[in-house]
């Protein structure tokens, strides 16, 4: 493929940085023309019953259209995630009980959005308190149950029923440890949004959202509103950040359709920034219990990762979804002979859990990353040789791990190399020496995270791709896949300008919209090039092939002599260029045909599982527990490169995000279940400020699992680098006696486990 691997700019950046983009807020579509607003009235509180709703003083207020409860609105609630209790549904509005701050109990319909805010203040909605569960062990002691008809708090459970009691008996020494790995909001540059019109007989809805699937969010609203297939359509304009929360669609949206269909108005919904911190799916929130074995030599026999996933008031796909990847990645990129994982999930009265950038592997790495720190410690010996020690080897591919997981290709101990030569590892352990020894009150700390995730893991569903050739010659790519700020308009292009010839300027690609795709499965888990990339090369080779038998009737020739002069995007008979027919011409005659167009529905015969190696270098003052990220190095082999510009991105984005965890972000609850942080005064987000130039080292091992010999980049940087820069804080204290500093490494935690060392 002769456009792969050069240094290509996003087809999306020259719109997006002058004009910019059309999110759902910026349409003026003629549909939504007169609509109204809704704002949605949230609990105060984090559980009480519900005894009554005046809306009354509300619907009389200025600008009032209407205002609705769950017991308005013609929707089915959302059924819980498979094998979840039926009795933990979440309905639209809460009609009985709120079960977490900021949980919608009435919708409010204005003709002008300000006026929705002093409207909804007027619905006086009677509370009757109920105990908050807000921590795990709560949760699981079950003195107060969320959902009473269900007899527990516990909504799912995994893994083993019963720890093996001699599972570290053959080991010389055994470490365990406690980790926390905390809540995160995921905050998308755009806020949740939704714009929807009916027809004038009602009878066909179209819904602009802010998603990362058009496809899903349509299934699942057509389900909650009793509507027939094909009555809803489903467009995703530019879409400003997901990070996995915006898969399918929320509750509101199912509430802001059955509205507008009761009123036969055009309706829009922009949530505050507030709003998105307290009632948008969170991420993370898994309570760990690891335990690491093995001998003094540096070798590691035994492993084991117990779980509890917090997964908010109303359990959804997250709550065994994360779990699981957690445990099926358990023993990362080690050859660990014994592997024991278990898990539950349990319900708090906190915002709802979903996939956040990473889903359950972020987690995993961050509990194998710091075992092996504790263990190296334990020992002696430096973390690098032990994990080196440790790694699957080149030859044992496709290696299957302990939880049965096949793992495809890799190079762990290469990668760990690159990254310990390109960071200068002796200076640096030479560095940290010369501080030590003169008491500085600046210390260095460096941390390593070796890392392999799975993307694509619902690899057996598949993406479509479909290319068409127009009579112009220009060519037309649409995609089940869903961009959300990846650049998947450049991506496919060159995908398809690769296999075409024709240039990518004469290119568009089409997604979320689902009369166009009507199939289709979004984006999430690492999945979009792998599978809508290689559906999109699927096509285009098809469509090739057509255009070449269609070349050998137009130029009577056998189709074996019919070339594509690529440079040119010309078709000719061998040897004879100056006879050629275009790629217009072409389309011209199949147009009685069905066009010069393909389709593919791509799907793998297993996950692919990228990996890497990341080197963060810190200073910590000593004195104040202030920490500062100064360096970082890192492998991220995702496969082939199709366009660097785009997998950069997507690294430095993602250790970026994971950094922020390791160091400042945390979604904080009281005892009572108000959240502490519901706004970014009060929640650290990162920024540019705190973070320095990341040193990205190239690294490429195709898998053959598709015939790009891609894997997923997305949510790599954010798996590999979470636990690299908390080693690294540790790393950094560790002769102060300190063995271990949970997440996020703020100073005032810092600072505590220096002072609480010093006291032991």
Not at 629 to 647: I, Y
């Amino acid at each position: 493929m002769s456009i792969l691997g050069t240094r290509v700019v996003r087809a999306e950046d020259p719109r997006l940085l002058t004009v910019g983009g059309t999110y759902v807020d910026d349409l003026r579509e003629p549909a939504l023309v007169g609509a109204a607003h809704a704002t949605f009235v949230r609990s105060p509180v984090a559980h009480a019953r519900i005894s009554s709703i005046d809306v009354q003083d509300a619907r009389e207020a200025p600008g009032v259209v209407a205002v609705f409860t769950g017991r308005d609105l013609d929707i089915s609630p959302s059924p819980p995630a498979p094998m979840v209790t039926a009795a933990m549904a979440r309905p639209a509005l809460a009609t009985d009980v709120v079960r977490y701050v900021g949980e919608a109990v009435a919708v409010v319909i204005t003709d002008e959005r300000y006026q929705g805010e002093d409207a909804a203040e007027l619905v006086m909605v009677d509370y009757d308190p109920l105990p908050a569960v807000v921590s795990g062990e709560d949760a699981v002691r079950g003195e107060t149950l969320l959902f009473p008809e269900a007899g527990t708090n516990v909504a799912w459970t995994g893994g083993a029923e019963q720890l093996d009691e001699h599972l570290f008996d053959d080991c010389e020494v055994v470490v365990t440890q406690v980790i926390d790995n905390q809540r995160l909001a995921p905050a998308p540059l755009e806020v949740r949004s939704a714009a929807c019109a009916w027809s004038d007989d009602q009878g066909q809805v179209t819904l602009w959202l802010s998603t990362q699937g058009a496809q899903a969010a349509r299934d699942e609203l057509q389900r909650q509103l009793g509507l027939e297939e094909g009555q809803l359509r489903v467009v995703a304009p530019d879409v400003g950040g997901g990070f996995g929360a915006k898969i399918a669609a929320d509750p509101e949206t199912a509430a802001l359709c059955a509205a507008s269909r009761r009123l036969g108005r055009p309706l829009r919904w922009v949530e505050s920034r507030s709003e998105n911190m307290i009632a948008m799916t969170h991420g993370r929130a898994q309570h760990q219990t690891v335990t690491i074995g093995g001998r003094r030599d540096g070798t590691v026999l035994a492993y084991r990762i117990e779980v509890l996933q917090d997964s908010g008031a109303y359990p959804r796909e997250s709550s065994w979804l994360l779990p699981i990847l957690t445990m099926n990645m358990a023993s990362g990129v080690y050859a660990i002979p014994k592997v024991e994982t278990a898990a539950r999930s349990i319900v708090t009265n906190t915002t709802p859990l979903s996939a956040y950038r990473g889903a359950g592997r972020p987690e995993a790495t961050a509990a194998i990353e710091r075992a092996m720190d504790l263990f190296a410690s334990e020992i002696g010996m430096d973390p690098a040789e032990v994990r080196r020690r440790n790694f699957v080897a080149p030859d044992a591919f496709p290696f299957q791990t302990p939880s049965g997981i096949t793992y495809d290709s890799g190079e762990y101990a290469k990668a760990l190399d690159t990254v310990l030569e390109a960071a200068g590892y002796p200076d640096l352990q030479e560095e940290q020496r010369r501080r030590r020894e003169r008491g500085d009150p600046l210390q260095l700390g460096f941390g390593l995270s070796a890392y392999v995730e799975i993307t694509a893991p619902d690899n057996a569903v598949g993406e479509t791709g479909r290319v068409e050739v127009g009579a112009d010659g220009s060519v037309t790519v649409y995609t089940g896949s869903s961009a959300h700020g990846q650049g998947h308009a450049t991506a496919f292009a060159m995908l398809a300008s690769d296999e075409l010839g024709i240039p990518m300027d004469r290119i568009k690609v089409l997604h979320g919209d689902t009369a166009k795709i009507p199939k289709g499965a979004g984006t999430y888990g690492s999945r979009s090039l792998q599978l809508g990339g290689s559906a999109v090369h699927e096509a285009s080779v098809e469509v090739v092939k057509r255009a070449r038998h269609l070349a050998a009737e137009l130029l009577e020739a056998d189709e074996g002599d019919i070339v594509l002069d690529r440079d040119a995007g010309r078709w000719h008979v061998k040897g004879a260029p100056a006879t050629a027919v275009s790629w217009g011409e072409l389309a011209q005659q199949a147009e009685g045909d069905g066009g010069l167009a393909a389709d593919s529905d791509f799907s793998e015969e297993r996950p692919t599982f990228p990996f890497g190696v990341h080197l963060a270098v810190v200073e910590v003052d000593v004195e104040t527990g202030a920490v500062r990220l100064v360096r970082f190095v890192s492998v991220d082999d995702a496969g082939r490169v199709v366009n660097p510009v785009l997998t950069e991105g997507q690294r430095h984005g993602g250790i970026a995000q994971g950094a922020a965890q390791a160091l400042l972000e945390h979604m904080v609850y009281d005892a009572d279940g108000n959240p502490q942080t519901g706004n970014l005064a009060d929640y650290a987000f990162i920024t540019a400020a705190e973070l320095p130039s990341f040193e990205l080292l190239p690294m490429e091992t195709a898998t053959p699992l598709n015939p790009l010999g891609v894997k997923g980049i997305g949510e790599a940087g954010t798996i590999g680098s979470t636990p690299a820069v908390q080693n690294a804080v540790v790393n950094a204290i560790t002769h102060l006696g300190v063995r271990h500093v949970d997440m996020p490494a703020t100073a005032q935690r810092v600072w505590a486990a220096i002072n609480e060392a010093k006291e032991r």
